[in-house]
């Protein structure tokens, strides 16, 4: 199984310009979401999915769309990249909507805003 | 809003040194509290506690939590180079929609020869 795969995995772009990080899973998985890490911080949700075609925000969603048309996918996209978009990027999925299933995380996607 | 403190930030020690992690939380309704281990790149997952004074252990690791004090501990016996890693904890509760993960700022365990 691959698990979950992000692409790409470093991407450095100009401030305005637009993207879309990848994110897709084989697993089977409902629960998806997607994190930032800044250095020396944890992971901070951005946004979250519970299933196809159901999103909603974290807790540093301005900035970020999302879009669960499958159960698989789950792009991330930057309307206008800033510089404090500067980060690591994680998705992650989890079994289930349910509190009690741990979750698989992505290798992350290293992103540079100049 | 949920809150997860971890200490310390960072740690350096010897191989064969015992290590002690600590994770203390705020959260409204608490479900759960998990454990990773990330080293460079995506974390993975250790361990996932519900109910207070059940230890859970793996090998070299364990970890307890207490409910009443709001708090758990990961600890790491006889370490090794290879448990040079960030521990992050996260806790989810029952208020939150399929229950979000809050993750604290994690420690940094760095392990010397």
Sequence with gaps: NAGVTQTPKFQVLKTG???TLQCAQDMNHEY???????PGMGLRLIHYSVGAGITDQGEVPNGYNVSRSTTEDFPLRLLSAAPSQTSVYFCASRLTGGWDTEAFFGQGTRLTVV | EDKVVQ???SLVVHEGDTVT???SYEVTNFRSL???KQEKKAPTFLFMLTSSGIEKKSGRLSSILDKKELFSILNITAT???DSAVYLCAVRD???NAGKST???GTTLTVKP
Excluded: A, E, I, V
Aim: net charge negative; with cysteine.
């Design chain 2, 7 to 9: 200490s310390p930030l």
């Design chain 1, 17 to 19: 310009q637009s993207m």
């Design chain 2, 94 to 96: 029952y208020n939150t």
């Design chain 2, 80 to 82: 090794q180079t290879g």
């Design chain 2, 21 to 23: 992690l600590n994770c």
């Design chain 2, 103 to 105: 993750f604290g700022d």
């Design chain 2, 34 to 36: 998990l454990w990773y």
């Design chain 1, 32 to 38: 998806m979401s997607w994190y930032r890490q800044d």
